[in-house]
Structure formats: C-alpha cells, structure tokens
C-alpha cells in the first residue's frame, strides 16, 4: 500500500527528444506527488509536483500528467538537454497532521545524449 | 545550493560503533526530516521533526535516534552499526510540517567496515 513503483530503471534519448518516465502508486490516501532531480554528488531537488485535483501541470519544459483512476503518473521532458542527465525520482505522500513521509520511487537515471 | 548543510560529508567507521550525522536546516524552516539512501532499499524515510518535536516516523531501527534542538539543528545517532548501515543519509528540511517543498542537503556518507 506504501509503494511507489517507477520505470524505466534507466533511459537514454537523443538530444532534442522527449524523456517519458512513469510512476504508479497503490495508495489512494496519498495527496502530493512530487517528482526529485538528483546530480552525482547532490541531494534531490523538486523539479515539479502535482496534487490529485489536477490532471496535469507543466513548468516549462517539464510536464506531470496525472491519471488518478488508474494511479499513474509521469514525467515529460520535453526538447531533452544534455544538461537533463540525471537520476529523477518520483514520490508520494499523504499530509497527516502536519507530517510529510515522501515514498519514493527506485529512481530512473536519464542519460541525454548530444 | 539547497542551504541545507550536513557534516560530516563522509565518515568511515567500523561495525558496532556509534556515529552522529549532524542538520543545519535552511534560515526560517521549522522542520527537518532525515532519510537514508541506499542501492538497494533506495530512498527511505527516517523520521521528521517539527520545532523539536517529532512529527511522524518511518523505518527508523531502533539503533537509530535523533533529535532537533532548540537552536533547530538536527542530529542522527547510528549506534551498533552494520554493515548494512552503509549508505548516504540525507538532512532535508522545510518551513513547515505538511505538503510543502522539501530541501535535501548533500548528504553524508557512512561506510561501515
């Protein structure tokens, strides 16, 4: 019930192209779904996050489509860079009180070919 | 630069030590959440603090405590460690405790031999 499942574990595109990668999740309680960019050497950063009432959002050349009935979500990069090459996690949780427990999904490394 | 600081950066130590991993959340963030990274379990909560309180509770061992200061600095003590204790542990922190952005420090990293 506390999963994230994420795929694809790594992915390569071509510069110019679009990376798509996926998340599902089991539990419905959750309400936040953000998605992490993490550099060699660095800790996560958010990049973009989405909450269940919206189907989908995009910052620039980042977009989250959100499906809530069939609890898939992802993440479009669009017009990829090499500068994208990363490891993006997806993540979930569920705001009880004034607590925050992101689940996060196993990673996908995205290698940006120029 | 998340503002998020964390010391050490790495330590090595052996199995059934005690090791203290210390947070400097970000000016004005109220909150501080300490999670642990590895190949194999991935990223995994730990446990949140909110104004030195705790907030909420993850898979944290048992040889495993921390706490938030007045001051609002964090600590992680790892006690009797394993070798499975190995991995990258993350500070991370916010203005408050809810659904809002979370800043991850750096890290530090703890191999145990």
Redesign the interface.
């Known amino acids: 019930q506390q999963q994230v499942k994420q795929s694809p574990q790594s992915l390569i595109v071509q510069k110019g192209g679009i990376s798509i990668i996926n998340c599902a999740y089991e539990n419905t309680a959750f309400?936040?779904f953000p998605w992490?960019q993490q550099f060699p050497?660095?800790?996560?950063?958010?990049l973009i996050?989405i909450r269940p009432d919206v189907s989908e959002k995009k910052e620039g050349r980042f977009t989250i489509s959100f499906n809530k009935s069939a609890k898939q979500f992802s993440l479009h990069i669009m017009d990829s860079q090499p500068g994208d090459s990363a490891t993006y996690?997806c993540a979930a949780?569920k705001?009880?009180?004034?607590?925050?427990?992101?689940?996060?999904?196993?990673?996908t490394r995205l290698t940006i070919n120029p | 630069d998340s503002g998020v600081t964390q010391t050490p950066k790495h330590l090595i130590t052996a199995t059934g030590q005690r090791v203290t991993l210390r947070c400097s959340p970000r000016s004005g963030d109220l909150s501080v959440y300490w999670y642990q990274q590895s190949l194999d379990q991935g990223l995994q909560f730990l446990i949140q603090y909110y104004n030195g309180e705790e907030r909420a509770k993850g898979n944290i061992l048992e040889r495993f405590s921390a706490q938030q200061f007045p001051d609002l600095h964090s600590e992680l003590n790892l006690s009797s460690l394993e070798l499975g204790d190995s991995a990258l542990y993350f500070c991370a922190s916010s203005v408050w405790g809810g659904r809002n952005t979370i800043y991850f420090g750096e890290g530090s990293w703890l191999t145990v031999v």
């Open positions: 309400d936040y992490y050497g660095k800790g996560p950063a958010l996050a996690f949780s705001s009880i009180q004034g607590a925050q427990k992101l689940v996060f999904g196993q990673g």
